[in-house]
């Protein structure tokens, strides 16, 4: 019992400080993880959970309104600002910077450039949803096996 | 028989033969006595000869001979039987003394052969004397004139001198018609004739160092013959009709003249010899004497020691000089030090006397102005006046301690300090004169920075301040920014600092500040002049009205905390970078929890809990709102939520202190500000307005203060950002984050 949640803890560990290193999450996640306490417990999976939320819809309506004729940049970029504002508020940084990208492309009207950008936006919020996913799954099972998490 | 007279006529025959051996028999006789006496002379004479007794033998066997010739002469005519037997016995006698001196004479004879050739080796010996006397007396007079010579040559230590002394008292004593010397070319390669006897001006002459002649008398430290037709000998036309006269050439030692710094002199770095030529007159019979040769070469001896004599006070008096000129210039410099000494104490008293107190008033007053009721940006004008009021004391007190750290009296108060609020404070001291300038400022201090250190927490903020304040100073345009984290160990391999290579260790650890900014540049060659106090260097387009003071102050604090200080600029108009490196304690984890949780915030305002504050946030985002909120609520606050400015203008109510708003989405946020002025119609009920946003627009900040919002922050916004700007606001009700 105790050699597993030690492992268990090794490889959160580990994986997190991956994550940071390979750029998908910055010094706000750490700011998000400060916030959870024994009054908010669940604070930082309840706001990935959000952020998971609001990216499928974003990404769907971004999606949906490139494939409209004529193209409407305008809201494709309320679409990309909403995205931005989300991705920096938990720290997702290269998700952020695509989406920086993106509303430079829908500024100057480039229908390749966007459709370009949508494209690596859905792979980054994969590769990102992913990794989250295993860092809760991990947490869980020291909850579980009665370890306590290890702060960065 | 008288009758007879037949045999008459042969009588006269007898008688003439008869009166011949007379005759002969008495010159015999005469003879005989007198070797005798010739005897006794030599023998008085001589007074070593040894053989006295066959010297009587001798005379006896001579006076018997002479005394039988003698008795002869009466042997002629009838004589008595007396006559006869006195000639008997004296013929007897004669015989045997004869027969014994012919005896002895066969003994002496060698000996006295012996005594001739003694007599000839004596003679030889004499001879010899002689001649060595005669050569005592040359070299005796050899011997004078080498002194004389000498005396002449080491009378004076100037080259020229000796050089020309030594030809004219060789060509006096040796009675020479040339003598001439040639000294070695500053190549090397060529002999140059330098000095002659008797012609005049012997300018350019050389002959290559390595002809054969001159290769033999090189190689050899005696005087060598010549031959006069050879190019070191043959200086001008026979003054002579016949034959010219003989010539010897000798070497004279040249100093190693490397080990001498004597910059007139041909530089070279082996041994090297000069060469001397000297000629007897020609149409004279003369030649070289082994003597005169001698002299030669004690003379050449002579002359090199004289040179090295005269080579080494030429070097004592080239030092002397110098040190004159060195005892001059640092006199001067003792004079110059003790004026600015003067000067400083001058100034100090100035410093402290007539400028502190004013300066502390206008801090004053600007502060009691600015809790009285202003508008935005008259509150803005008031908190630029204190904020540089702030930054002139803190200069004025820069000066004051220059003067402790240059004599070493200032120590480091060492104290336990938030070094994240350091940082903090530290933004919000330069944020409002960076915003005049309209300069971007951000900051970036790392997460593994420990939030507490040990350490001079007043100096080491004071080193931000100047470093930033510089970068804020002279930048135009463009951005500044600051970033803190730890300094690894590999970052100290740095060719700027080859020798600081401080470890990190349980209780201590490096700070690593970098200031980066957009603006005017350093000429790189300027660089190092940075940090000399008071450089008014006119080339420094960097500091073309400061006093370059801070960074001398900087580098002085930066080295009392054990670390070092550096600038980076690619060239006038590429902006600059400063980073320095201190060493900082790590309190101890034992009392870690004990340290009282009070961040740095100015002003009366000491308490961070804001249990009870309500807080209104209004953000369309749901993960942004969700985020915002329970970064509030974690800070003790009482928030309420809105999703639209609808909802916010309906919910807002008196008791909501603060109003946070994203104004990201176009002008909706800007008309609720506006709407919300206008709900409120009293300025001491109306809640703070603070727009939220992640543009770094200027023109989004021109917005939010036009429609009247007391402040903009920066997203995203940390724990420790957010309790900060929640203090400013309360304590100022304004809090503009540069942008």
């Not at chain 2, 020229?160 to 060789?170: A, D, F, M, P, S």
């Not at chain 2, 002659?196 to 190689?219: A, D, E, K, M």
């Not at chain 2, 009392?560 to 600029?569: A, P, T």
Request: proline fraction near 4%.
């Amino acid at each position: 019992m105790t050699m597993d949640v030690v492992q268990l803890q090794r490889k959160l560990r580990e994986h997190q400080a991956a994550m940071f290193q390979q750029g998908f999450l910055d010094d706000q996640f750490s700011q998000l993880q400060k916030l959870q306490d024994e009054s908010t417990p669940d604070f930082v999976i309840e706001v990935i959970t959000m952020f998971f939320d609001d990216s499928e819809n974003l990404l769907k309506n971004m999606a949906r309104c490139l494939e409209q004729v004529p193209v409407d940049f305008k809201q494709i970029d309320a679409h990309a600002h909403q995205y931005k504002g989300s991705s920096a508020s938990i720290g997702a940084a290269r998700v952020k910077n695509v989406c920086a990208t993106f509303r430079a492309f829908c500024e100057a009207k480039n229908l390749e450039g966007c459709m370009r950008c949508l494209s690596q936006l859905q792979q980054e919020y994969s590769l990102l949803k992913n990794a989250l996913q295993y860092l809760f799954n991990l947490q869980q099972q020291i909850k579980a096996a009665g370890g306590s998490i290890p702060t960065q | 028989m008288e009758s007879c007279n037949c045999i008459d006529p042969q009588v006269p025959a007898d008688d003439l033969l008869m009166k011949y051996q007379y005759i002969s028999d008495f010159f015999i006789a005469l003879a005989y006595f007198s070797i005798p006496l010739e005897l006794i002379y030599f023998v008085k004479k001589s007074a070593v000869f040894p053989y006295r007794w066959v010297l009587v033998q001798f005379g006896a066997f001579i006076v018997l001979c002479g005394a039988t010739h003698l008795i002869n002469l009466w042997t002629f005519r009838i004589h008595s039987r007396t006559v006869a037997v006195v000639m008997t016995t004296a013929k007897v006698l004669t015989a045997v003394v004869s027969c014994a001196t012919a005896l002895m004479l066969v003994h002496i004879i060698p000996d006295l052969l012996s005594v001739k050739t003694r007599e000839l080796f004596l003679k030889n010996k004499a001879a010899e004397l002689d001649r060595e006397m005669g050569l005592i007396r040359t070299q005796e007079e050899t011997g004078r004139h080498v002194r004389m010579l000498t005396h002449e040559i080491r009378s004076t230590l100037d080259r020229h001198t000796i050089l020309k002394t030594t030809l004219v008292e060789l060509g006096r004593t040796l009675a020479l018609e040339e003598c001439a010397l040639w000294m070695p070319t500053r190549t090397g390669l060529e002999l140059q004739l330098s000095y002659t006897l008797r012609q005049q001006n012997p300018v350019g002459y050389t002959v290559p160092i390595h002809l054969p002649v001159i290769n033999q008398v090189f190689s050899s430290n005696r005087a060598v013959k010549i031959s006069p037709n050879c190019p070191v000998a043959r200086l001008r036309p026979y003054a002579g009709k016949y034959m010219p006269g003989a010539v010897v050439a000798v070497r004279v030692p040249l100093l190693h003249l490397s080990n001498f710094q004597i910059y007139d002199w041909p530089e070279v770095s082996t041994r090297s010899y000069a060469l001397m030529v000297l000629m007897l007159p020609s149409d004279s019979a003369r030649q070289w004497h082994v003597h005169e040769l001698e002299l030669v070469e004690v003379v050449a001896d002579q002359v090199a020691v004289a040179l090295s004599h005269a080579a080494i006070l030429e070097e004592s008096m080239r030092a002397r000089d110098q040190l004159i000129e060195q005892n001059v210039a640092l006199d001067l410099a003792r004079r110059e030090a003790e004026t600015a000494i003067r000067a400083r104490n001058d100034f100090l008293a100035v410093m402290n006397h007539e400028m502190r107190t004013p300066m502390h008033a206008v801090i004053a007053l600007s502060s009691l102005l600015q809790e009285t009721d202003l508008t935005a940006e008259q509150r803005l004008m008031v908190e630029t006046i204190l904020k540089s009021s702030n930054l002139l004391a803190t200069l004025i007190n820069d000066v004051l301690d220059l003067s402790r750290l240059e004599d070493g009296s200032l120590q480091l108060e060492a104290a336990t300090f938030n070094l994240h609020s350091l940082f903090r404070e530290v933004l919000n001291l330069i944020k409002p004169v960076a915003s005049v300038k309209k300069l971007s400022l951000t900051s970036h201090v790392a997460s593994d920075l420990p939030m507490y250190a040990i350490g001079d927490e007043k100096r080491l903020m004071q080193t931000i301040l100047n470093v930033v304040g510089n970068a804020v100073k002279f930048s135009k345009e463009g951005c500044i920014s600051i970033t803190a984290f730890v300094a690894k160990p590999e970052s100290f391999r740095d060719a700027r600092i080859p020798d600081f290579l401080p470890v990190p260790s349980d209780n201590h650890f490096y700070l690593r500040v970098q200031v980066k900014d957009s603006g005017s540049g350093i000429n790189p060659q300027d660089i190092p002049k940075l940090f000399t106090k008071f450089a008014q260097n006119q080339s420094l387009t960097r500091n073309p009205a400061g006093s370059g003071l801070g960074l001398a102050i900087c580098r002085r604090f930066v080295n009392l905390m054990e670390g070092h200080i550096w600038v980076e600029s690619e060239g006038i108009g590429k902006g600059c970078t400063v980073t320095f490196i201190v060493k900082l304690g790590i309190p101890d984890r034992s009392n870690e929890f004990k340290l009282p949780f009070v961040p740095k915030v100015p002003g009366n305002h000491g308490s961070t809990n804001f249990a009870g504050l309500k807080v209104l946030v209004m953000d369309d985002n749901g993960v942004s709102r969700t985020v915002t909120k329970g970064l509030l609520m974690h800070l003790g606050c009482d928030v309420t939520t809105a999703s639209s400015s609808e909802e916010c203008l309906r919910v807002v109510s008196l008791e909501h202190e603060v109003v946070f708003m994203d104004v990201c989405t176009g002008l909706d946020g800007y008309e609720l500000a506006v709407r919300i002025h206008e709900k409120f119609t009293k300025h001491q009920d109306r809640p703070l307005i603070v727009a939220l946003t992640g543009n770094t627009k200027k023109v989004t900040k021109e917005n939010c203060m036009r429609v009247g919002m007391d402040g903009l922050i920066l997203k995203p916004v940390s724990v420790d950002k957010m309790r900060g700007v929640l203090s400013e606001l309360l304590e100022r009700r304004v809090l503009f984050e540069s942008v």
